[in-house]
């Protein structure tokens, strides 16, 4: 759906003079001095670390702790996270989790979701903030936990002196420090600020259109690689909106998900603690799901081809063995928890089951390289 459809509310003053201002710096004074005077390594290394801490305290901070509560973690961590959330200048943590979660419940509706992606690039990019629109005005509603938390709502009420004091303040110092004042407020403070700015707003916009889909087909949602480059891991988004309460995005060992790492070397030194991760079955079950269900599109598609009625049989012996392991494993889970609940499990039993989980999970393993050559089959039959 076009975005110019919609009709347009008044422009939000605010929002707008903030990216007309930080967007004019960077297009006019820091061209402008670096031509001029040249920027020295301190700007550039400064600009880094701001660069990578306000983008951490966004996807470890706002996103996966404040919005998901995928873990807990201790208050220094909060603050810091609170403190660098707002020099990315995002909005504070109760608006920014109480919008990111609705787009969870709602997303893709026009209506609901505050970024939509279905509105166009522009506007699940940066439109949406431009003006005052009905999906954008946060639902504090959803956000009761964190109304809760006497940090958050401390953040909250002095968002803005918290955030000019980060951005204005700290690079002002850092730059007095290493002897180059403009310098570092150009480059560590206006360039960073509007490159974590796009960075952040890609997830909205280009997550939920350039990628793949594995793990789901039923929303927007996408899974890209050069995204999570760029975002800290927060480009496996596919993954993201199929398990929203699991502290990784990029699930895989190799898949690069900073964020991830770090949530998990902070918890080593009891910073951030009981967190939460899907079991695999439940990730191999969905990737499955997935396959059966463009297998079904691709079956369609083909109906009448040659060995039609071969690979149909094989698809359906298929999915009955896929519903008979996710039998097994659910009734291995509800067990699991029965003797849980009862204390009655001994460290044998434990280990008994574990071993029977990892064969359930080894079945869908091998089921999903089958169902992968199926496919294969099914495209070049
Ligand atoms: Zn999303
Ligand atoms: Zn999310």
Known sequence: MQETSWKKPPLNTPAVFMFALTHAVVLTAVPWYGITHGFGAAAWIWFAVFLSLTELAITCGY???????????????????LLFGAMALQNSALVWSAGHRVHHVSIDDPELDPYCAKRGFWFS????????????????????????????????????????????????????????????????????????????????????????????????????PVLAVLTFGEGYHNFHHAFANDYRNGVRWWQWDPSKWLIRTLSWFGLAYKLKSVPWFRIQRALLLAQFRRAERELAAYDGREHFAQLKARLAEEYA???????????????????????????????????RAKELERSLHLQLRRMQSLRLQLRTA
Not at 139 to 151: E, G, I, K, S, V
Not at 186 to 213: K, P, Y
């Open 63 to 81: 996103h996966r702790l404040f919005a998901h509560l995928t873990y807990q973690a201790k208050p220094a961590l909060r603050l810091v996270y």
């Open 125 to 224: 990019h940066i439109g949406w903030m431009l003006r005052n629109y009905p999906s954008g005005v946060p639902d504090f509603d959803t956000a009761r936990d964190l109304q809760r938390d006497p940090l958050v709502m401390w953040q909250h009420r002095y968002y803005l002196p918290i955030a000019l004091a980060m951005n204005l303040g700290l690079s002002f110092l850092v730059g007095w420090a290493s002897g180059d004042i403009i310098g570092v407020m150009l480059i560590a403070g206006f360039l960073r600020l509007v490159a974590s700015h796009h960075l952040t707003f890609l997830i909205n916009s280009a997550a939920h259109i350039f990628g793949t889909q594995p793990y789901t087909a039923e929303n927007t949602a996408r899974d890209n």
């Open 321 to 355: 063995t896929f519903q008979a392991a996710v039998s097994s494993w659910t009734a291995l889970r509800a067990q699991l928890l029965q003797k849980t609940r009862e204390s009655a499990l001994d460290r044998w039993e434990h280990s008994e089951f574990r071993a």
